[in-house]
């Protein structure tokens, strides 16, 4: 079964860093993009990065710019999410996504998430 | 503000059909292919629709999506009481070079 697992997760102080990590099971990693998604408590989903299978195509939404980086370990079937300089605004469930086959930007598996807080 | 627009609100009683818009633009939409997600309470999305009108295999058929130029929709018929969740799309948008969201839709089933 398709599985991805995120942690990394919990509190942190406004300005500081957290390393978000997926772990992923079950299929061929190095067949699909990844992505991370987030969803601050009572809102709507945001999109926040994605990276090709070789690394070359990276994106990121406008906010985080500058600030976040994803890579991606294709032998340790792992994705990462390195958050830096983070303000009460990052507070949000961030979801680990796999983009399906179609290759559509459409995301057939998540993982269960992992909150981070940012507050003092 | 979302770049897709969808309604935040939607409602229809057991056995109805039921559509959800989500308007954009020719970056996004108008150019690229749209996904659905459902979003059950305290869980992750699922994806419900993709590539504009394709049911992942163990969506139920009463699930279909369509899309005119810049606009989608998401049709639910034979409503049923599990149906009563968030629902939300999602598309690339090329000017913006990522995916956006819509704001979500709550479904109610009255």
């Known amino acids: 079964d398709v599985q991805l697992v995120e942690s990394g997760g919990g509190l942190v102080k406004p300005g500081g860093s957290l390393r978000l990590s997926c772990a992923a099971s079950?299929?061929?990693?190095?067949?699909?993009?990844m992505n991370w998604v987030r969803q601050a408590p009572g809102k709507g989903l945001e999109w926040v990065s994605s990276?090709?299978?070789?690394?070359?195509?990276?994106y990121y939404t406008d906010s985080v710019k500058g600030r976040f980086t994803i890579s991606r370990d294709n032998a340790k079937k792992s994705l990462y999410l390195q958050m830096n300089s983070l303000t009460a605004e990052d507070t949000a469930v961030y979801y680990c996504?796999?983009?399906?086959?179609?290759?559509?930007?459409?995301?057939?598996?998540w993982g269960q998430g992992t909150l981070v807080t940012v507050s003092s | 503000q979302s770049v897709l627009t969808q309604p935040p609100s939607a409602s229809g009683t057991p056995g109805q059909r039921v559509t959800i818009s989500c308007s954009g633009s020719?970056?996004?939409?108008?150019?690229?292919?749209v996904n659905w997600y459902q979003q059950l309470p305290g869980t992750a999305p699922k994806l419900l629709i993709y590539?504009?009108?394709h049911r992942p295999s163990g969506v139920p058929e009463r699930f279909s999506g369509s899309k005119s130029g810049t606009s989608a929709s998401l049709a639910i018929s034979g409503l049923q009481s599990e149906d009563a969740t968030d629902y939300y799309c999602?598309?690339?948008?090329?000017?913006?070079?990522?995916?956006?969201f819509g704001g979500g839709t709550k479904l109610t089933v009255l």
């Open positions: 079950g299929f061929t990693f190095t067949s699909h993009r």
């Open positions: 996504a796999r983009e399906g086959v179609a290759a559509d930007y459409s995301f057939d598996y």
């Open positions: 999602a598309a690339w948008d090329d000017s913006l070079h990522g995916v956006v």
């Open positions: 990276i090709s299978i070789g690394t070359t195509y990276i």
């Open positions: 020719s970056s996004n939409i108008g150019s690229n292919t």
């Open positions: 590539s504009d009108n």
